[in-house]
């Protein structure tokens, strides 16, 4: 366990239970990440009108940080089931990406497994993940002691957050409603790797705060996105000059 | 359980589910056409940010650029992300000056 990263490179077989205690290692960052912030979804939910089971329930199905925020925060504003489905579908659009960036690696393994294995895709676990394999060879122990971990620490945290749901006034006295956009800070930031990509995020707000302004609705992320990584693509040609 | 609730909850976890697994499923035998890979590429970015910008522009739905809690808690958010790209710290650096600027404002 201690020299597994060693034995790892040096191509010696290893157990599948040290495989699955690497993957739990390596999901420990993400859950300093989830602990506050599950525990800032579990309060907001109660807080929006779910129950404890409900708030709970949401975190065991859906493992979707941003998505769960989403909805709750749209439900709250007595948005109708449809328009939150759909947004919250948007949001998650980026995880096609993240999915067909694991093929390269996954490929060998049978479709039931791959299906198990993405229901705990998060940024994160994608993030730590494909780092991973960049120079290890993919292995399902380590992946689901990953996964496993990472979802575990956003079930507890939301059950907290759902206790003390009601015994905290108001989340926002305690900063709770900085949660968000602080995740979406550090997420925007990590992805923000070239020119090109500062330059779509640049439209993309713009064209968010726009479009809100001129259309109120929530058509604003969905459109916004799809013209910005458009536009990308389109003035890729130009914007290699860089 | 409330009804409307339940919709909510599996719709969600339907469409959460469904972008993670297809493609890798689907995919683990075919190639994809170079542009669209392209075009996912850049979708990670622009959605994130057109999801930040009206959450820290428009607290209210409307355009707030003076004595805006949001944006001025996202000035230490952003330089604490870039240097320790930490989610955890910036959550907790975020959190802790927005308690500051309400609290001062």
Redesign the interface.
């Known amino acids: 366990m201690i020299n597994l990263d060693q034995q790892l490179t040096k191509n010696k077989p290893i157990s599948n239970m040290s495989q699955f205690f690497y993957g739990v290692k390596s999901a420990l960052?993400i859950t300093?990440?989830y602990?506050?912030?599950g525990f800032a979804y579990g309060v907001l939910a109660r807080n929006a009108?779910?129950?404890l089971?409900?708030t709970v329930?949401?975190s065991i199905?859906?493992?979707?940080g941003?998505?769960?925020f989403?909805?709750i925060s749209l439900?709250s504003n007595n948005v109708a089931?449809g328009a939150?489905?759909?947004t919250?579908?948007?949001?998650?659009?980026?995880?096609?990406?993240?999915?067909?960036s694991?093929?390269p690696h996954?490929?060998c393994f049978k479709?039931g497994i791959?299906?198990l294995i993405?229901?705990e895709?998060t940024d994160?676990t994608f993030a730590v993940a494909i780092n991973h394999y960049n120079n290890h060879e993919a292995n399902l122990y380590y992946h689901f002691g990953l996964n496993i971990t990472a979802h575990l620490s956003w079930i507890l945290a939301s059950l907290l957050g759902g206790l003390a749901g009601n015994l905290i006034g108001n989340p926002?006295?305690?900063?709770?409603?900085?949660?968000?956009?602080?995740?979406?800070?550090?997420?925007?930031?990590?992805?923000?790797n070239s020119k090109?990509?500062?330059l779509?995020?640049?439209?993309?707000?713009?064209?968010?705060?726009s479009i809100?302004?001129l259309w109120?609705g929530n058509w604003?992320?969905i459109l916004?996105?799809v013209i910005?990584?458009?536009l990308?693509?389109l003035l890729?040609p130009w914007t290699s000059k860089f | 359980m409330d009804k409307q609730i339940l919709i909510i909850i599996l719709g969600s976890a339907i469409v959460t589910y469904l972008p993670r697994m297809l493609p890798l499923v689907a995919l683990s035998r075919t190639e994809l056409p170079k542009p669209f890979l392209r075009w996912l590429s850049y979708i990670p970015a622009a959605v994130l940010a057109a999801l930040l910008a009206p959450e820290i522009l428009m607290p209210n739905d409307k355009l707030v650029f003076t004595g805006n809690p949001y944006l001025i808690a996202a000035i230490p958010s952003v330089i604490i992300a870039l240097i320790t790209r930490s989610m955890g710290l910036t959550i907790l650096i975020g959190m802790v000056t927005m308690v500051l600027v309400q609290r001062l404002m």
């Open positions: 960052p300093l990440g602990l506050p912030l009108g779910l129950n089971l409900e329930m949401m199905l859906c493992f979707a941003s998505g769960q989403i909805a439900f089931a939150i489905i759909s919250v579908f948007l949001v998650n659009l980026r995880h096609l990406l993240f999915s067909a694991f093929v996954l490929r479709p791959l299906a993405t229901a895709m994160e926002e006295d305690l900063g709770f409603n900085f949660a968000l956009p602080a995740m979406f800070i550090t997420l925007l930031v990590l992805q923000l090109k990509t500062v779509v995020a640049g439209l993309a707000a713009l064209l968010s705060v809100a302004i109120p604003n992320v916004a996105t910005a990584a458009t990308g693509v890729e």
